[in-house]
């Protein structure tokens, strides 16, 4: 790569599905090991901070834009081995569409991160908030990372153990934000179809559609169907997904939500703490189908967690109308709703 690769004043609305944020100051796509390297000395010798992206689709722009180099993840790469009769390990380059991915992976028959069909984006930023959905998270099936440690000027592997994952968090978007550049990652996926018992959503659309023979593609198959009947397509409506991760609460906090609402949603976790619906919360406090003049903003008629840009022009729209629905929740259930596409930079 050369200088001329780095391109100037950058609109961030082009790298994010929410289509709001000022400029980049520089941006460059990056599809090799070497565009890195050249990118990061460019930016230490012009004394400008770094971000790496993928799609864009979990992020949010200030509308100040940022001072520094934005990289753009394009490295690809789709590579099998160690395949047997019960075994597929792939490595795959972080600017890969992660739900080209996913097909792949289902027709080479191999399950594992099936339900994780159509979450838009890079492989590269599947580590960075654990995507997961439908009862899959890529926690399960990730065996290690390549990445470039920007701190130390190197690169790395680091096994999935040293990721730190959990629900929608790991170092990458918590202690360590910023630090890594991811370029690629390793995954292990079982030639075996997938055995129940599956999300309960999702197996309602199972008992609903009479399936009852289980393959990856099958189940491919129905989260698509479930996704696409609830959530709006991002290359058409600007939206980020979930807009608030559901909220983790202490069993006592339970008890005094379940005198008020007694069919509050919940469920239990493996340390005892009790997951809530952001979504029902969301609905509850007023914002089903709700469309803000004042902002441009609205949550998606069919998924209230969803919030959908309709005519905003600044992402300090977004900011106002999220903070009517969590100053709402706050109020109704004296539960604090957190926003799960990161606010950049
Ligand atoms: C309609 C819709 C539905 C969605 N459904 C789901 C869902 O079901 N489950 C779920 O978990 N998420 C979901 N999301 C969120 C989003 O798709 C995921 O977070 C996805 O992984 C983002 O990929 P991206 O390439 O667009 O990442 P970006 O938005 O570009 O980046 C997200 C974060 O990762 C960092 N990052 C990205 N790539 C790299 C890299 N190579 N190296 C270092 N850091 C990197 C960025 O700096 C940023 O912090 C949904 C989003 C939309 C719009």
């Known amino acids: 790569m050369t200088i001329m690769n780095i391109r100037q004043n950058v609109s961030l609305k082009e790298h994010s599905s929410m289509r709001l944020g000022g400029e980049a100051s520089y941006c460059a796509d990056i599809t090799s090991r070497d565009d890195l390297k050249q990118a990061i000395v460019w930016a230490y010798d012009n004394k400008q901070p770094v971000v790496m992206i993928g799609g864009g689709n979990n992020i949010i722009w200030r509308d100040e834009g940022f001072k520094g ?6 490295v690809m790469g789709y590579e099998a081995f160690n395949e047997d009769s019960e075994n597929l390990y792939l490595t795959l380059g972080a600017g890969e569409n992660w739900d080209s991915v996913v097909r ?17 984006g890079t492989v590269g930023a599947t580590p960075v908030q654990n995507v997961g959905a439908y009862g899959q998270d890529i926690s399960q099936t990730l065996v ?4 470039y440690d920007i701190s130390r000027g190197e690169f ?14 790991s170092r ?14 390793t995954l292990h996926l079982i030639k075996n179809d997938p055995t129940p018992p599956f999300y309960p959503s999702l197996q309602a659309y199972l ?3 009479g399936i009852n023979r289980f393959t990856p593609a099958i189940i491919r198959s129905a989260v698509i169907d479930i996704r696409t009947s609830k959530l709006p397509d991002p290359a058409i409506v600007a939206n980020n997904g979930s807009f608030f991760a559901n909220p983790v609460i202490e069993k006592s906090q339970l008890s005094v939500l379940m005198e008020q609402c007694p069919s509050i949603p919940h469920w239990q ?26 902002t441009g903003m609205a949550t998606w008629a069919r998924q209230p967690l969803v919030i959908v840009n309709e005519h905003a022009k600044k992402t300090a729209d977004l900011l106002v109308f999220k903070q009517k629905i969590v100053d709402a929740v ?6 604090i709703l957190v926003q799960e596409p990161e606010l950049l930079p």
């Not at 706050?330 to 539960?335: A, E, L, S, T, Y």
């Open 69 to 74: 180099l934005l990289l753009v993840n394009k």
């Open 104 to 120: 792949r992976s289902v027709e080479a028959g191999a399950s594992g991160i099936e339900a994780l069909s159509l979450i838009p």
């Open 144 to 147: 290690s990372i390549e990445a």
């Open 156 to 169: 790395i592997t680091i096994p999935t153990e040293d990721c730190k994952l959990s629900y929608r968090s």
């Open 172 to 185: 990458f978007n918590t202690v360590d934000r910023g630090r890594f550049a991811i370029m690629g990652l």
């Open 207 to 209: 008992d609903e559609h």
């Open 269 to 294: 976790q493996d340390d005892d703490r009790i997951k809530l619906s952001a979504a029902w919360l969301v609905a509850q406090a007023g914002f089903n189908d709700c469309h803000d003049s004042v």
């Open 330 to 335: 706050k109020q109704r259930f004296d539960v």
